[in-house]
């Protein structure tokens, strides 16, 4: 190990490269194997949370921020003036059997900068991987980041190592991703993400996202807004086929799935194309997640926005939540948005948009309507549904009776009945509802003062920063 | 009447048995923080292995595994009321049987279940806000200490040891978890506001008592990784996304004082 201060020196400069990294999530992975140290918790663990309120839960970090390409995006490009360094396999490995022994982690989120070239890079994170693995007996969670590009030996052999794999889709469009990240080929991104899958597939543990009631069942082909494999790379795979994945082994291909991510508000796509492209990805590739990541302007270039132009976050916010309404909640993208609204109300939660756009629909008997139609009904959530239908077979739901299943009632009141009466004041009009659904949403996101009583939110897990302050950002870009 | 019992859960079993079998409990109360009036007559309950071990199977029979679940983690909340509540309750599910279980509506089984929520909640959130510290595996002068003994006895390798303080009395809930996590290392979850205190040791885990104070030496690479660490914690936020008021409601403040993360080092 090199002294502590040249530890510390890249620590910090490599995490700092990693913190715009917007996955989080450590469960999913039942790695029950027992080892020397660690186990993959089910449910996700949050150790602490940073000054941004985020959670911190896994080691997040860059193997290295020496890159030789140049994405017009990003902090680490080649030609970008900041501090570079590299960490060697064995500091890593150590680092992190040390953090996780104190329990400050949960595990491994591995990402790394196109160091020389990217299988160059993927043989050091290998390295560092089985060090963990082998060496310390490590068998707590692990998500290693593919490079696109990357030989689809090493995916293989770090998707052995690896809980979770993933690769970063980046952009929603082909055009958008010619002009930002012009060393990143589509073919190079969607190559091993189809390997992933496949070799999932074979293993037998392919699951894919959501709950019973998503409808992101595998499809055929799906468009990826231009992003096709193209032809020639599928006829190559069709020869060697996949890397055969090996069944003697202990050790699983990547047990927690396939994620991506991609970044908001950088290229002019409307919400619209960025919620089908996620659509197309769950169904094609059976990613586990889709994270999406408010652009942040932290270089100044003719082809982005402005460097103080705020992050998208309310709009990152809103994307989350539809995602959320794909996979849990059984809609499609072509519900949620159609061409001629291709934007969400960034005001309103994606589910009243929804509904004020259906209300024909409305309202819905609580004590009749089966669980599909209950989880369409804004204020309604999963389990409160399942609550609703397990209390209806004992007798019927009355009004009161909603608040203490969790229902977030002042949201849920105008669209539905209650054995038979209404309780939404008024008539059922559009933009009557509107207007006062508008003034609870802005107290939620805090610019109006927040009544006594905690709301219950409808998403609950995936709430975050809504307010955000220009003042803040300026400074941070500025010094 | 109210019944007053030493604290502990089969006491507390012993009283739902004397509320059936001598006389109704209106509040039950353990003995040491019971504040007596005249007015309110009362009662010391024997604590009996074989009545909690009656009363114990009866609520899984006549009621549910789930609610003898329930009733146990809601038991060990820090609510001064929540003997009487749990009292309430296992008299409703003696009554109405199973069906207790999902009668959310009811005030009796609301109340439980929002204890049993909150002590489910706490011990999953200090899941993650546990932080060890490496020790040396030689104790100085605590050579008094009762159970611990074959502990130090594993000298020259380090013992990991963490303090904590939660609001509910969830050591016991938390111990498979970290017991699964280091098979093979040998590490104390002390309690301080409770003197109690988690021993594991290649897996195997038990519960004893350990006073507040205790002096112990760091090892000799503790420093380095609690400054690496904090080093971390302070590098990976977002400077445009500050939020204090989000990191405070994730993470309240009362707990603070035992992560690393948050003190300074030379
Ligand atoms: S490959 Fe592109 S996005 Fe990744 S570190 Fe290099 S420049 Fe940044």
């Not at chain 1, 609703?388 to 009355?398: C, E, P």
């Not at chain 1, 307010?467 to 870009?477: D, F, N, S, T, V």
């Not at chain 2, 329930?70 to 749990?86: C, G, W």
């Not at chain 2, 409703?92 to 207790?100: A, D, N």
């Amino acid at each position: 190990m090199p002294g502590l201060d040249v530890m510390l020196e890249k620590l910090k400069i490599l995490a700092d490269s990693a913190k715009y990294d917007v996955s989080c999530s450590s469960s999913g992975a039942d790695r029950t194997k027992t080892n020397k140290m660690g186990t993959a918790a089910v449910s996700g663990i949050c150790h602490s949370w940073s000054a941004d309120g985020r959670c911190i839960s896994l080691l997040k970090i860059l193997f290295s921020n020496r890159c030789v390409y140049d994405c017009e995006y990003c902090v680490n490009r080649r030609s970008a003036d900041v501090q570079r360094a590299s960490f060697e396999p064995e500091e890593l490995a150590k680092l992190t059997i040390e953090f996780y022994k104190r329990n400050y982690i949960e595990g491994l989120f591995l990402s790394s900068a196109v160091e020389v070239s990217p299988d160059y890079t993927a043989e050091r994170i290998l390295k560092a991987l089985s060090l963990l693995r082998e060496k310390y007996g490590f068998s707590g969670y692990i998500h290693a980041k593919i490079i696109p590009g990357v030989s689809a030996e090493l995916v293989r052999q770090i998707g052995m190592q690896a809980d979770r794999l993933s690769v970063n889709i980046e952009l929603p469009t082909k055009e958008s991703l010619a002009i930002l990240a012009p060393q990143k080929k589509a073919a190079g991104i969607l190559t091993p993400m189809r390997q992933i899958t496949n070799t999932m597939k074979e293993q037998k543990s392919l699951k894919g996202a959501g709950n019973r009631f998503s409808k992101l069942k595998q499809g055929n082909d799906y468009l990826l807004n231009g992003m096709a494999l193209p032809t020639a790379v599928r006829e190559q795979e069709a020869k060697y086929g996949m890397v055969p994945y090996d069944k003697g082994s202990l050790h699983r291909f990547a047990p927690a799935g396939q994620t991506t991510q991609m970044i908001i508000g950088a290229t002019p796509e409307s919400d619209r194309q960025i919620i089908r492209m996620s659509e197309s990805l769950y169904k094609k590739f059976q990613m586990k997640r889709v994270y999406f990541s408010a652009y942040i302007p932290v270089v100044s270039s003719s082809k982005l926005p402005a460097l103080l132009t705020p992050p998208p976050l309310l709009r990152e916010h809103r994307l989350y939540q539809a995602d959320w309404l794909l996979r849990f909640y059984g809609f499609s993208a072509e519900e949620l948005l159609d061409e001629d609204s291709p934007f969400f109300d960034l005001e309103l939660d994606p589910k009243v948009t929804w509904a004020l756009r259906h209300l024909e629909l409305f309202p819905l008997e609580i004590n009749k309507v089966s669980m599909e139609e209950l989880l369409r009904i804004p204020g309604v959530g999963n389990i409160s549904a399942m609550r609703i239908v397990r209390q209806r077979r004992l007798g019927a739901v009355t009004f009161d009776d909603l608040k203490k299943i969790g229902v977030v009632v002042k949201r849920a009141r105008y669209f539905i009945t209650c054995n038979g009466k209404y309780y939404g004041a008024g008539d059922i009009a559009s933009e009557c509802i509107r207007e006062r659904m508008l003034s609870q949403e802005k107290i939620r996101s805090g610019l109006l003062p927040r009544e006594k009583e905690e709301q219950l939110s409808l998403f609950g897990s995936e709430r975050r920063n809504l307010l955000y302050e220009p003042k803040e950002a300026a400074r941070g870009l500025l010094v | 009447m109210d019944y007053l019992y030493d604290g502990s859960f089969e006491g507390f079993l012993c009283c739902i048995y004397a509320h059936y079998y001598k006389k109704r409990a209106e509040g039950i109360y353990p003995e040491n923080h019971y504040q007596r009036t005249m007015l309110q007559p009362f009662f010391i309950v024997e604590t009996e292995a074989e009545k909690a071990e009656k009363v114990y199977k009866a609520i899984q029979n006549k009621i549910s595994n789930a609610s003898l679940q329930r009733v146990y983690k809601a038991f060990l909340s820090n609510d001064i009321q929540k003997e009487t509540k749990l009292l309430n309750y296992l008299v409703l599910g003696f009554r109405i049987g199973k069906k207790v279980d999902a009668l959310h509506s009811e005030t009796v089984v609301y109340q439980v279940q929002q204890l049993e929520h909150k002590v489910a909640a706490e011990q999953h959130r200090l899941l993650g806000l546990v932080r060890f510290s490496a020790i040396e595996g030689k104790k100085e002068k605590d050579k008094e200490k009762d159970k611990e003994k074959d502990i130090s006895s594993d000298a020259g390798r380090h013992i990991l040891y963490s303090a904590i303080e939660p609001d509910h009395n969830i050591l016991e809930l938390i111990a498979d978890h970290f017991a699964q996590r280091f098979p093979e290392e040998t590490f104390i979850m002390h309690d301080i506001k409770r003197e109690k205190a988690l021993f594991c040791q290649n897996g195997d885990w038990y519960l004893g008592h350990l006073r507040k104070e205790l002096t112990y030496a760091v090892s000799e690479d503790e420093l380095e990784y609690r400054k690496l660490w904090k080093k971390y914690f302070n590098s990976i936020a977002i400077t445009e996304r500050t939020n204090a008021d989000c990191q405070k409601r994730c993470m309240p403040v009362r707990y603070w004082k035992n992560l690393t993360e948050f003190h300074s080092y030379p």
